[in-house]
């Protein structure tokens, strides 16, 4: 049963638009959602989260925008750069050290 | 400074073999995950440790895997016997206690078992 869903396994965007990626989620008890950049070869690593009293979380090319209604949350890039293509992880925690991980989107950006 | 680090960082082994995947957190850091990560499940928790002691182990697939962390700078991760399907890469990440939630992952080992 996957609580935190990435239904899009790959994106391709071309460079200078905007990258969304999308994240569902279950369980209404998760808190705190963060997103996870990871290149071939190496380990994920930490990009920008957002804890659910907020709705919106921007770190310069970067912003996350949570819809608990929905349970949904995406990340946006502005504007996509070769750079950025990575495979990014949602994750999700319901107040503990636990978090629960998608299975991933893989983003290509295109010159 | 230097980040999580794992060895090895590939694994090949024969069916029946034991296995043992070893990780060094970051200096200072109290909590300690392992995760497996395949294409149809994506990143699963498998066991976490606060202060060396393990909380949460809910994610170990089987009594064949088991994991231990007798100190603050060593944990490790080990399959007896491995099986074909325990083919996947597996990850350390680490976490301060002042971090909210953030974890810093090791580059993973990736494990073949034939």
């Known amino acids: 049963d996957q609580q935190v869903k990435q239904n899009s396994p790959s994106l391709s965007v071309q460079e200078g638009r905007i990258s969304i990626l999308n994240c569902d989620y279950t369980n209404s008890m998760f808190d705190y959602f963060l997103w996870y950049k990871k290149y071939p070869a190496e380990g994920p690593t930490f990009l920008i989260s957002?804890?659910?009293?907020?709705d919106k979380n921007e770190d310069g090319r970067f912003t996350v925008f949570l819809n608990k209604s929905a349970k949904h949350l995406s990340l946006h890039i502005v504007p996509s750069q070769p750079g950025d293509s990575a495979v990014y992880f949602c994750?999700?925690?319901?107040?503990?050290?636990?978090?629960?991980f998608g299975t991933g989107t893989r983003l290509q950006v295109f010159p | 400074d230097a980040g999580v680090i794992q060895s090895p960082r590939h694994e090949v082994t024969e069916m029946g073999q034991e296995v043992t995947l070893r990780c060094k957190p970051i200096?200072?850091?109290?909590?300690l995950f392992w995760y497996r990560q395949t294409m149809m499940r994506g990143l699963e928790l498998l066991i976490y440790?606060?202060?060396?002691?393990?909380?949460?182990d809910s994610g170990m697939p089987e009594d064949r895997f088991s994991a231990k962390m007798p100190n603050a700078s060593f944990s490790t991760l080990k399959i007896q016997p491995s099986e074909p399907r325990d083919s996947a890469v597996y990850f350390c990440a680490s976490r301060s206690g002042t971090s909210v939630y953030e974890q810093y992952f090791g580059p993973g080992t990736r494990l073949t078992v034939t």
């Open positions: 200096s200072g850091h109290n909590s």
């Open positions: 957002i804890s659910s009293i907020k």
């Open positions: 994750a999700a925690s319901a107040g503990t050290d636990k978090l629960i």
């Open positions: 440790f606060n202060n060396n002691v393990p909380i949460d």
